[in-house]
């Protein structure tokens, strides 16, 4: 099956990357949101980011100016379904996600491929609540979108490979790697990835060190680019806990029970960098300062 348009829904942070590196790949992008704002704000980030690869020589202008012409942001969500593939890249919630693709159903054409972004939630029963589950498929990016090169293919029990190969197609267009996973909770990156996280807030709460010598000592002791919990702020907390629920209801073990201390954070709105706040403070104008 031949990918024309692609259809993306959330235009946050991994929405707005996804319709990046789609437009300037060759799609016609169709990018949907149920606020003006975020679209006002995706629009304009892409834009910069665009930017930002033609001053660094990275693309020519014309590129720029020819993929930023290929994107229609719009608040209809009906408008996704004439597209190829719809990538849902809504909040991290289960609901929320069934929602979106109930209402798109209508709309849609009989060969469109329907996908989600998440970075956990069953594709297998995702992909039952709606008319083809044989042309439903996990589509994981990496966010930030544009800089890293995987891309998650997860396949749920009805998928079958024509689905598969077409997704897959889109992944090498976009010049990115992809590596199979199958539908468990939290899929490969998310299983390794989080439980480590998990296990930093741990060691941050029973006392062993504090947020600056976790952080440094994964960063020189593992050679980690990031520590985890910088990077637990970069994610966003809420997300982490999200992630980290599902590991939980689904595995039914207890080395995946949230930490309260991860937990008491995201009570207390403290989400990471999206609020100005987690295991660092980034309201200042400095370095940002542990908050523990």
């Not at 790949?25 to 995706?42: E, H, K, M, P, R």
């Not at 054409?109 to 609540?129: D, V």
């Not at 890293?148 to 689905?163: H, N, S």
Request: glycine content about 8%.
């Amino acid at each position: 099956m031949e990918i024309g348009s692609i259809g993306i829904v959330g235009a946050g942070q991994m929405g707005n990357g996804i319709a990046h590196v789609c437009a300037l790949a060759g799609y016609d992008v169709v990018l949907t949101d149920v606020s003006q704002d975020a679209l006002d704000a995706a629009t304009a980030l892409i834009a910069a980011n665009m930017d930002r690869q033609v001053s660094r020589e990275k693309i020519a202008q014309a590129e720029r100016d020819a993929a930023m012409g290929r994107i229609r942001a719009t608040m209809t969500l009906a408008d996704a379904g004439g597209t190829d593939l719809v990538i849902e890249a809504a909040t991290e919630r289960e609901t929320v996600k069934q929602a979106i693709f109930e209402d798109l159903l209508p709309h849609l054409k009989p060969n469109t491929i329907l996908t989600s972004n998440t970075s956990s939630i069953s594709i297998t029963r995702l992909a039952s609540r709606t008319d083809r589950p044989e042309k439903f498929m996990g589509f994981h990016f990496m966010n930030p979108v544009p800089v890293m090169q995987l891309v998650e293919l997860i396949r749920g029990i009805a998928t079958d490979e024509e689905t598969y190969q077409a997704c897959r197609g889109v992944v090498d267009r976009l010049e990115k790697t992809a590596a199979t996973a199958e539908d468990f909770p939290a899929f490969i990156v998310n299983r390794i990835l989080m439980p480590m996280i998990n296990e930093a807030v741990y060691t941050l709460y029973e006392g062993v060190g504090t947020v600056t010598s976790i952080d440094t000592s994964l960063k020189l002791g593992a050679n980690h680019p990031m520590g985890p919990l910088a990077l637990a702020d970069f994610i966003g907390l809420d997300t982490c806990l999200a992630i980290m629920n599902v590991l939980h209801d689904g595995l039914a073990d207890t080395k995946y029970r949230p930490c309260p201390l991860l937990v008491k954070y995201v009570e207390a709105g403290w989400l990471g960098r999206k609020s100005q706040r987690g295991f660092y403070d980034y309201r200042g104008e400095g370095e940002p300062v542990p908050t523990r």
